[in-house]
């Protein structure tokens, strides 16, 4: 089954599994004790910085649980987009694990700004309301959009005014750099980002990503937060491996680069299309269009993807490192043939 439904769909990249199986040799010390992790560690601190604390979690639903554990009390809250994975897709797991509340803002295109977060810091000192701690994004976010370094270091100064912290949820992390043709420090360690969740399943990996804290109080006691929400894998070496297959050279980028590529082809070949309507900016791997829904129900009978908002018959089409040239072009052209009957 090859579709647009998603990249967690995709396999792994043939170069993340001969890293597994170099990896799968002999014994290795458990817990992260092993050179893979030792390795992992050096290649992360190398694009984010020398200071920052890099620990391994099993999933991107668990690293952002354990940072926000180390960023706030149960009389916290953290200010993020409605639309963003926190809210919406992780079941309740903040709020349940780390006791804060989740304060949602609405936003046209997935991204918060000064002024909608200034919304939400109120009541500063009142012990009858919950306290604004973190601000969390999403890089790139749900609707494909990404934020520029100005605008993180705008939300960065912001935070740190107010004695909060500024957390990346980084699930997509090297489209976003991909498309800002930018290193990953300059628009995280750079502009003040104090925690990341850097993501590697949906680029390739077999599973697991990577907390890296910047604020170094954070790491304070992170190991027992790690293992306490369950995310400290024994066998270390096979997440570690991964993400130097990863970053030892540039497959992170050259895999999230062909996923941006594949869905600014497929955003071309159906932007002109009679019943077809592009309703976002296609700035990393993702698409987002209008069909009239028996058009979407015929489609999704061959190719499989979501519909993201039923009641406007909004759709998203996802691509991934291993989408082809060739499958756009056919899932194009089934497009046009499918509104072409419609119409």
């Not at 579709?3 to 458990?30: I, K, R, T």
């Not at 980002?193 to 390739?204: C, E, L, M, Q, R």
């Amino acid at each position: 089954m090859k579709g647009f439904a998603s990249d967690n769909y995709s396999g792994a990249h043939p170069e993340v599994l001969e890293a597994m199986v170099a990896a799968n040799a002999d014994h290795a010390a458990a817990y992260g004790a092993d050179p893979w992790t030792a390795r992992a560690h050096e290649l992360i601190r190398g694009h984010f910085g020398e200071h920052a604390h890099c620990f391994l979690v099993w999933n991107g639903t668990g690293a952002n649980v354990t940072i926000l554990r180390a960023m706030c009390r149960p009389w916290h809250a953290v200010v993020c987009a409605a639309s963003a994975h926190v809210n919406v897709d992780e079941s309740g797991a903040p709020e349940f694990h780390v006791g804060a509340k989740l304060l949602d803002l609405p936003t046209p295109d997935g991204k918060l700004t000064p002024e909608l977060v200034r919304s939400a810091v109120i009541r500063v000192g009142d012990e009858h309301a919950v306290q604004a701690r973190v601000i969390s994004i999403t890089q790139s976010t749900e609707l494909g959009t990404v934020y520029t370094p100005a605008e993180i270091r705008a939300l960065a100064d912001l935070a740190h005014a107010n004695g909060m912290y500024l957390h990346v949820d980084g699930a997509r992390l090297a489209n976003a750099a991909a498309t800002l043709n930018s290193p990953l420090r300059a628009f995280t360690t750079d502009t003040g980002v104090d925690a990341i969740s850097f993501g590697g399943t949906k680029n390739g990996m077999v599973g697991g990503e990577a907390v890296v804290l910047l604020a170094p109080e954070l790491a304070d006691g992170f190991p027992w937060i790690r293992k306490q929400s369950m995310q400290l894998p024994s066998k270390g070496r096979f997440l570690a491996a991964q993400f130097v297959a990863l970053l030892e050279g540039d497959l992170w980028l050259r895999s999230a680069s062909h996923a941006n590529a594949m869905g600014a082809r497929l955003a071309r070949a159906v932007a002109h299309l009679p019943g077809v309507r592009v309703t976002r900016p296609t700035q990393a791997n993702v698409v987002f269009a209008i069909l009239d829904p028996t058009v979407t129900a015929h489609l999704q009978q061959a190719w499989p993807f979501y519909v993201w908002d039923a009641a406007t018959g909004e759709v998203r089409w996802m691509c991934s490192w291993d989408t082809t040239p060739e499958e756009v072009d056919a899932f194009a052209a089934a497009i046009a043939d499918a509104v072409t009957v419609a119409a």
